[in-house]
């Protein structure tokens, strides 16, 4: 049976500073992650109108963490974790960019200006 205090129990890790920005880190940065998948996917299915290519941006998206569940856990166990995360968080972005910065002029001239 649940005693009155019970329900404080789940939340007790978010008294702890470090926890609580971590969690908050987390959630934006998956929030950005699914808002990319949907706009490459959307993108992708706009120009061509083929769900083939929509599977293989889903199967392109999902394979290098599969790939590379191995290995991580092998960093993880040998090198310290909060420098990991760090470099994880900082080299997403700047992986992103090298991306965009790459295929950039392959798809300017099919975007219309709006402005």
Not at 20 to 43: C, D, H, K
Not at 87 to 96: F, H, I, M, N
Request: glycine residues 6%; neutral net charge; aromatic residues 16%.
């Amino acid at each position: 049976m649940a005693t009155p205090d019970s329900h404080v129990g789940g939340y007790i890790a978010f008294s702890y500073r470090d926890f609580t920005l971590y969690q908050i880190a987390r959630f934006f940065i998956v929030a950005a992650l699914e808002m990319q998948s949907v706009a490459v996917g959307w993108q992708v299915y706009d120009i061509t109108r083929r769900p083939l290519d929509l599977g293989l941006i889903g199967l392109a998206q999902f394979l290098p963490s599969f790939l590379l569940f191995l290995v991580a856990g092998h960093a993880v166990d040998r090198f310290e974790r909060r420098k990991i995360l760090v470099l994880c968080y900082a080299g997403l972005p700047s992986v992103q960019e090298c991306c965009w910065l790459l295929l950039f002029p392959t798809i300017a001239p099919s975007m219309p200006f709006t402005w």
